[in-house]
């Protein structure tokens, strides 16, 4: 039973890595804080938000949040911070501007290119034009030729 709790402890550490000290009394700024957190990722770890991670830079990051929050900011000046300080690599899910769209369109036009090719492919294989030809009649020098190879 003890091992037990110990890996379901082991397991759900990350969901307790903001620490008591730094939550705020008021309900509403901490839920916004919670809400930052998950939306912030961790530039130690880099695969984490800073709301579950535990590294020293993160604890930091999270303290820094909830002072923002205290001192007047809004959630968008809280990001603009971090992202002033370290680039849109510290967003969870980057922002969709000028300089990445192209990223999150090409997916999708590739997906409609290379339908539109095959249905061109489809739609041509399936043509009469695209059928074997139809063969010719003979003429009199091939027909010469063919007496003589059947030996008639």
Known sequence: MRRLLLVLLLIASPVWAVNPQEMLDDPVLEARAQALDTELRCVKCQSEAIASSNAEW??????????????????????????????????????TNRSNIL??????????????????????????????????????????????????
């Not at 809004?74 to 911070?81: A, N």
């Not at 990223?103 to 999708?108: E, V």
């Not at 489809?122 to 003979?138: D, I, N, V, Y």
């Open 103 to 152: 990223l999150y369109l090409a997916g999708p036009l590739m997906l409609v290119a290379g339908l539109g090719i095959g249905l061109v492919y489809l739609r041509r294989r399936g043509s009469p034009e695209a059928a074997a030809p139809q063969p010719t009649a003979l003429n009199d020098a091939e027909r010469e030729r063919l007496r003589e190879i059947m030996g008639d």
């Open 58 to 95: 993160a604890e930091d990051a999270r303290v820094l949040v909830r002072e923002l929050l205290t001192d007047g900011f809004t959630d968008e000046e809280v990001l603009d911070f971090f992202v002033a300080r370290y680039g849109e690599f510290v967003l969870m899910t980057p922002r």
